[in-house]
């Protein structure tokens, strides 16, 4: 398959990724995450028995070699959005949810779910963020997002503070956009 540069971002990579799988429920990684444990991807499917769980959600872990503004900045977002460090339930839309929801370095959603509302192109047109509308639209519907600590996978992008800052600022702004997409849908 050959995708023209201009069409290409995460959630069409996403998308293209669930065309062309099968199964009821579809697990996401990204090619420089790996899985803090053996029991990874069952601590992702657990939650599936309840019927209301569109999508599952680990966090991040990182690894010594880690940039040490990654870590800091993981800590502040750790002391806001207590949900990054045990299992928590999402239920409802708010723009408080927390860094990310169903962030697609680690995450499992149902496949039924995805054919009536696949990852926006255009939220991830701002260079991220189509997950976590999908996160927001389904919240909207009833449903609940789950973040489990145990579905976590060790990921980092080795940034400098300029690249944190400048990531966290387009990440931001992707997070209002899926937030406003997801009231509009």
């Known amino acids: 398959m050959s995708i023209e540069t201009p069409k290409y971002n ?10 062309n799988s099968n199964g009821d429920i579809i697990v996401f990684t990204n090619g420089h995450s790996q899985p803090v444990s053996d029991k990874w991807l069952e601590s992702g499917l657990r939650h599936f028995d309840d019927k209301k769980v ?14 040490t503004v990654d870590k800091i900045g993981r800590r502040l977002a750790e002391l806001y959005y207590p949900g990054l460090k045990r299992n928590h339930i999402y239920d409802k839309p708010s723009i408080m949810t927390g860094p990310g929801l169903l962030a697609t370095m ?17 939220v991830s047109a701002s260079g991220a963020g189509e997950d976590t509308e999908w996160g927001f639209y389904f919240l909207r519907k009833g449903l609940k997002v789950i973040v489990d600590p145990e579905f976590s996978v060790y990921h980092s992008h080795q940034v400098s503070l ?24």
């Open 106 to 122: 680690s995450a499992a959603i149902r496949r039924d779910l995805w054919i009536k509302h696949p990852f926006s192109e255009e």
């Open 10 to 19: 995460h959630a069409f990579a996403c998308n293209e990724g669930v065309r």
């Open 162 to 185: 300029i690249k944190f800052f400048q990531r966290n600022l387009n990440f931001y702004y992707s997070y209002f956009l899926a937030f406003h997409k997801s009231k509009n849908t």
């Open 54 to 67: 569109a999508g599952v959600y680990g966090s991040e872990s990182f690894t010594e070699e880690t940039t």
